[in-house]
């Protein structure tokens, strides 16, 4: 149930185009879901997160859509770009602790 | 420029060694998380303390891994007897307890041969 599933593993898209990364999770209870961003050989970085009172975040290009009845969230990147390439992952949170990472999706944006 | 801070970056040991980890959170926060992050297992939560008292570590084997919070600036994560499998970067985190934003380090990467 602290389980946090995310697909696709890894995603190539072209200079321009959206990406898109999905998350699913089973614990109700969870109040916090941010995504993370992680370049080779740094720590996560956060990027943008929601609480389940709302639908959609955006900030600049990255843009949160989440549906609580499905129980998934997603990461959308728009007008992607090469220096957008790195690791991101999802995770959901209760009280602001009892953290729980989804596996992760390596993103490689070409030029 | 605040930043959560780690040392050793990086460590090579033998089995059966000890290790020790050191954080060092950003100025003023209140909440300290270790994490592990390997490509089996992707990101861990091993410990989690709030004001140096530890609230979790339900994640952290017990017989060989020990969280502690000597100080508000000072969080170690140790390993004592090192064993192959521990290999991974280990990961320091903090915040500012309510708010759910963590900050990490840059991680330690440790291999035990």
């Known amino acids: ?111 | 420029d605040a930043r959560v801070t780690q040392t050793p970056r990086h460590k090579v040991t033998e089995m059966g060694q000890e290790v020790t980890m050191r954080c060092q959170p950003i100025l003023g926060h209140n909440t300290v998380f270790w994490y592990r992050q390997t490509m089996m297992q992707g990101l861990e939560l091993l410990a989690y303390f709030r004001n140096r008292a530890p609230l979790d570590d339900s994640g952290m084997p017990k017989d060989r891994f020990s969280a502690e919070m000597p100080d508000a600036t000072l969080a170690t994560l140790k390993i004592q007897p090192s064993e192959p499998r521990d290999s991974a970067v280990y990961f320091c985190a903090s915040g500012l307890y309510p708010a759910d934003t963590q900050y990490f380090g840059p991680g330690t990467r440790l291999t035990v041969l």
């Open chain 1, 1 to 111: 149930q602290q389980q946090v599933k995310q697909s696709p593993q890894s995603l190539i898209v072209q200079k321009g185009g959206i990406s898109i990364i999905n998350c699913a999770y089973e614990n109700t209870a969870f109040d916090y879901f941010p995504w993370y961003q992680q370049f080779p050989g740094k720590g996560p970085a956060l990027l943008i997160a929601i609480r389940p009172d709302v639908s959609e975040k955006k900030e600049g290009r990255f843009t949160i859509s989440f549906n609580k009845s499905a129980k998934q969230f997603s990461l959308h990147i728009m007008d992607s770009q090469p220096g957008d390439s790195a690791t991101y992952f999802c995770a959901a949170s209760l009280y602001g602790q009892n953290f729980v990472f989804g596996p992760g999706t390596r993103l490689s944006v070409l030029p």
